[in-house]
């Protein structure tokens, strides 16, 4: 029968689990002290270890290192009250099984408990074990509700392995911290971290930056030129936005995921390139498959490990702590008080849909922090924005160029043509359908926030069918 061994001092909390676990065909030991856990787990007879923190004089990771040093292959699930971002990464790189947030239903925990039986049995390499310890510098990956956690656990367990990483996830959701937040905590942290963004780049460019060029290889070559993957050797080579990799690069790139070795223009023979590959991309994918616009062959060797990031309207869970940390972050910058919102502007928040995601937050608590002139931040202040882009026209209306510049080259590139007319009914009939559902269909309203007559509104509503 497998052994659950639970390690706590606290009374309260073993009660629970050992009621939420009894009669479920397991054997239980809990342990008082983590030196009592270990003492049994040199024993040898535990099949799992449920760790409930905080746990008097160690940390999850000390805990976990401790367990791992008398049986490197015992599932190691953190159960926590009070979890943190970089305390899920750590743990899950460090090697636990799983992280989770306490309160747990009883489901949820059994779950855990039979995966974590069933990953014991299986596991045929050893949990790799990370002696070196980091602390997090730059910009912090915030958020605890379930899909950040389940996003934290991916990046603890990818991290260390030289896997290729495929980021995914609706624009300004975090992609990009997440691929450096992959990077500074793998073995390759103090390894080039280099950069190359698919879309900012034409096409012929795009090929002798990644791969560089010989001597001669075209006019204008004067010299040879190192390329970017040939740059990142030994490191990491982030490809963002990949989704817009024009095919015949896409080859190119394939070839390197495969033989680990690229061809520079105009070379002779291959070079080998050893670096670990993390990209990104806001693009539907599949789609661009079945357009013949992405390789599939590709896509698969991109994929070993997806991580998908969730928008922000599906964890508005998060919505109070993202606001304060840009607040905080604002406002010591700006070496003023932090004025906090109101509760009815963390409500405004919470409707907004936020296609921008937290760039959009970002941008929102900038300007209504600007708006609101050291006065807490009120519903006016956050609606003058969420419902007016007027404050927050410049970001909003940069982010519209980069999509409108994408969708011109796009277009052409498909041959189409008429491209004014087309560009111009769709935006006006998002902005009008936007408007009107923020004035809940007042019309009079919504044709003074547009600058419209009332009948021109009415001609369009009935254009666009928006009745
Ligand atoms: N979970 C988060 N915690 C804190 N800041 C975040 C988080 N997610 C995103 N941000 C911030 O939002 C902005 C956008 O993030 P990022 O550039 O990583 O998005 P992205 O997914 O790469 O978007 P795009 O597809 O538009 O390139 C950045 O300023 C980033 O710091
Ligand atoms: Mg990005």
Same mark, same amino acid.
């Given at each position: 029968?497998?052994?659950?061994?639970?390690?706590?001092?606290?009374?309260?909390?073993?009660?629970?689990?050992?009621?939420?676990?009894?009669?479920?065909?397991?054997?239980?030991?809990?342990? !008082?002290?983590?030196?009592?856990?270990?003492?049994?787990?040199?024993?040898?007879?535990?099949?799992?270890?449920?760790?409930?923190?905080?746990?008097?004089?160690?940390?999850?990771?000390?805990?976990?290192?401790?367990?791992?040093?008398?049986?490197?292959?015992?599932?190691?699930?953190? &159960?926590?009250?009070?979890?943190?971002?970089?305390?899920?990464?750590?743990?899950?790189?460090?090697?636990?099984?799983?992280?989770?947030?306490?309160?747990?239903?009883?489901?949820?925990?059994? /779950?855990?408990?039979?995966?974590?039986?069933?990953?014991?049995? &299986?596991?045929?390499?050893?949990?790799? *074990?990370?002696?070196?310890?980091?602390?997090?510098?730059?910009?912090? *990956?915030?958020?605890?509700?379930?899909?950040?956690?389940?996003?934290?656990?991916?990046?603890?367990?990818?991290?260390?392995?030289?896997?290729?990483?495929?980021?995914?996830?609706?624009?300004? /959701?975090?992609?990009?911290?997440?691929?450096?937040?992959?990077?500074?905590?793998?073995?390759?942290?103090? #390894?080039?971290?280099?950069?190359?963004?698919?879309?900012?780049?034409?096409?012929?460019?795009?090929?002798?930056?990644?791969?560089?060029?010989?001597?001669?290889?075209?006019?204008?070559?004067?010299?040879?030129?190192? !390329?970017?993957?040939?740059?990142?050797?030994?490191?990491?080579?982030?490809?963002?936005?990949?989704?817009?990799?024009?095919?015949?690069?896409?080859?190119?790139? &394939?070839?390197?995921?495969?033989?680990?070795?690229?061809?520079?223009? !105009?070379?002779?023979?291959?070079?080998?390139?050893?670096?670990?590959?993390?990209?990104?991309?806001?693009?539907?994918?599949?789609?661009?498959?079945?357009?013949?616009?992405?390789?599939?062959?590709?896509?698969?060797?991109?994929?070993?490990?997806?991580?998908?990031?969730?928008?922000?309207?599906?964890?508005?869970?998060?919505?109070?702590?993202?606001?304060?940390?840009?607040?905080?972050?604002?406002?010591?910058?700006?070496?003023?008080?932090?004025?906090? &919102?109101?509760?009815?502007?963390?409500?405004?928040?919470?409707?907004?849909?936020?296609?921008?995601?937290? #760039?959009?937050?970002?941008?929102?608590?900038?300007?209504?922090?600007?708006?609101?002139?050291?006065?807490?931040?009120?519903?006016?202040?956050?609606?003058?924005?969420?419902?007016? $882009?007027?404050?927050?026209?410049?970001?909003?209306?940069?982010?519209?160029?980069?999509?409108?510049?994408?969708?011109?080259?796009?277009?052409?590139?498909?041959?189409?043509?008429?491209?004014? $007319?087309?560009?111009?009914?769709?935006?006006?009939?998002?902005?009008?359908?936007?408007?009107?559902?923020?004035?809940? !269909?007042?019309?009079?309203?919504?044709?003074?926030?547009?600058?419209?007559?009332?009948? /021109?509104?009415?001609?369009?509503?009935?254009?666009?069918?928006?009745?």
């Amino acid at each position: 029968m497998n052994t659950v061994l639970v390690i706590t001092d606290d009374e309260a909390r073993r009660k629970v689990i050992e009621a939420q676990l009894l009669n479920h065909d397991l054997k239980l030991v809990a342990a !008082g002290s983590l030196e009592r856990g270990l003492a049994v787990v040199e024993e040898g007879h535990a099949s799992l270890v449920l760790a409930v923190l905080p746990l008097a004089g160690t940390s999850a990771v000390g805990a976990l290192r401790a367990i791992h040093a008398r049986d490197p292959r015992l599932p190691v699930v953190v &159960l926590t009250a009070a979890a943190s971002t970089e305390e899920a990464i750590e743990t899950t790189k460090a090697g636990a099984f799983d992280y989770l947030l306490l309160p747990l239903e009883e489901r949820e925990l059994l /779950t855990a408990v039979g995966h974590g039986f069933e990953a014991g049995r &299986l596991m045929r390499s050893p949990v790799s *074990l990370d002696q070196e310890s980091e602390t997090w510098s730059g910009d912090a *990956l915030i958020g605890r509700s379930r899909p950040m956690q389940e996003i934290y656990k991916a990046i603890g367990r990818v991290a260390p392995t030289d896997s290729t990483v495929l980021i995914r996830g609706e624009s300004g /959701t975090g992609k990009e911290l997440v691929a450096r937040a992959i990077y500074q905590h793998s073995a390759r942290a103090a #390894r080039p971290f280099v950069v190359v963004n698919c879309v900012a780049i034409p096409e012929t460019l795009l090929e002798s930056e990644l791969f560089g060029y010989e001597r001669g290889a075209f006019t204008g070559a004067v010299g040879a030129r190192i !390329g970017k993957v040939k740059q990142a050797d030994g490191g990491t080579l982030f490809l963002d936005e990949i989704g817009d990799m024009p095919l015949a690069i896409q080859a190119k790139l &394939l070839r390197l995921l495969e033989d680990r070795s690229i061809e520079p223009i !105009g070379g002779r023979r291959p070079i080998a390139v050893d670096a670990r590959i993390i990209a990104a991309t806001n693009r539907d994918l599949e789609a661009a498959i079945d357009e013949g616009r992405f390789r599939k062959d590709l896509f698969y060797r991109l994929s070993v490990v997806p991580i998908t990031l969730p928008p922000l309207r599906e964890r508005l869970d998060d919505l109070p702590l993202l606001c304060d940390y840009f607040l905080r972050r604002l406002t010591t910058e700006l070496g003023i008080r932090n004025p906090g &919102l109101t509760p009815d502007a963390y409500r405004l928040l919470a409707s907004h849909p936020w296609a921008g995601n937290v #760039r959009e937050l970002a941008n929102a608590m900038e300007q209504s922090l600007i708006f609101s002139r050291g006065r807490q931040i009120d519903a006016e202040a956050v609606g003058a924005l969420v419902l007016t $882009p007027s404050r927050g026209r410049a970001a909003a209306l940069a982010a519209g160029d980069e999509a409108l510049r994408r969708w011109v080259h796009q277009s052409l590139a498909f041959g189409r043509e008429g491209l004014l $007319p087309a560009i111009t009914e769709h935006v006006s009939e998002r902005v009008i359908r936007e408007v009107l559902a923020i004035t809940a !269909g007042n019309r009079v309203r919504a044709a003074r926030l547009l600058g419209i007559s009332r009948p /021109t509104l009415l001609a369009r509503i009935k254009k666009y069918g928006l009745e």
